[in-house]
């Protein structure tokens, strides 16, 4: 037994080096809490996966398959319930979460401006960080071109701009602050095909040139197929395919998301 004079060292976590993941999941799950004599309801069961500086990674899967779910885990919007979770080979929950919100950062399907003007929400994370403010309005000219965001918007508030135009506004708060990796909850789903496709692009060029991780729920397919390059498939919570882009039949994923779907929509009757 220990005493009060006793203290347990803290485990180092081993430093990460160019060759290992830059995330790593080993056997996670999740199960809603229960309730009285109800049984929680298992979300995700037993995911493990190593994810690489820089990949695209798309997480595919029918409705209900807990790609969301699996998502909010990353940057602990939601707590997994076992297995570890490691960012850099140091688990997630030994990090601050503001800390790790900063490095992970999520882009969620529905962006809220909180009544700020468009200038106003680009600048709001930096204000937070207590950056000079030459340094940042030197990130907000650099991200306003690298998003091809129109001067015009700066003063405009969220009442005043499209939906689409709120998720682009949204992906650029995000990148503004420089995470190492941009979690996107469907964020072309408010596109029309060519603005998905010119959000695509950039995030793929962001991707390779600054090295940002991306991790993506998609359902659009094309979009899927544009921008990764390598996809995670979910289906009922469970983690069956891990494979790179290239080596995908995508003609038939699109058959066996749409048997999935019918399946599921069976189920429910």
């Not at 979300?43 to 820089?54: A, H, K, M, N, V």
Request: net charge negative; hydrophobic share 40%.
């Amino acid at each position: 037994m220990t005493t009060s004079n006793e203290s347990t060292p803290i485990p180092h976590s081993p430093l990460p080096t160019p060759h290992s993941p830059q995330l790593q999941l080993k056997q996670v799950s999740l199960i809603t809490s229960s309730r009285g004599a109800i049984p929680g309801t298992s979300i995700l069961t037993d995911i493990s996966c190593e994810i690489f500086r820089g990949d695209r990674t798309c997480l595919i899967g029918p409705s209900g398959a807990g790609k969301t779910s699996l998502l909010r885990l990353l940057n602990r919007l939601s707590e997994l319930t076992t297995g570890t979770i490691y960012l850099e080979n140091q688990d997630i929950r030994t990090i601050p979460v503001l800390q790790l919100r900063r490095q992970v950062m999520l882009v969620p399907q529905e962006p809220k401006l909180l009544g700020m003007t468009v200038q106003e929400a680009l600048a709001y994370p930096l204000v937070l960080q207590q950056l000079p403010q030459r340094q940042i309005q030197e990130r907000l000219q650099t991200i306003r071109e690298q998003m091809h965001l129109p001067e015009d918007w700066l003063n405009r508030t969220e009442l005043q701009l499209s939906v689409g135009q709120r998720q682009l506004v949204a992906i650029a708060r995000a990148l503004v602050t420089q995470p190492k990796i941009l979690l996107l909850d469907e964020p072309t789903s408010a596109l029309d095909a060519g603005t998905a496709s010119h959000v695509l692009n950039i995030l793929t060029d962001l991707a390779f040139q600054a090295q940002i991780t991306m991790i993506m729920v998609n359902h659009q397919l094309d979009m899927a197929q544009l921008f990764s390059s390598r996809v995670l498939y979910l289906q009922e919570g469970q983690l069956l395919e891990d494979v790179r882009a290239n080596e995908i039949d995508w003609k038939q994923l699109r058959e066996r998301l749409v048997e999935a779907e019918v399946q599921a929509s069976q189920d429910w009757v």
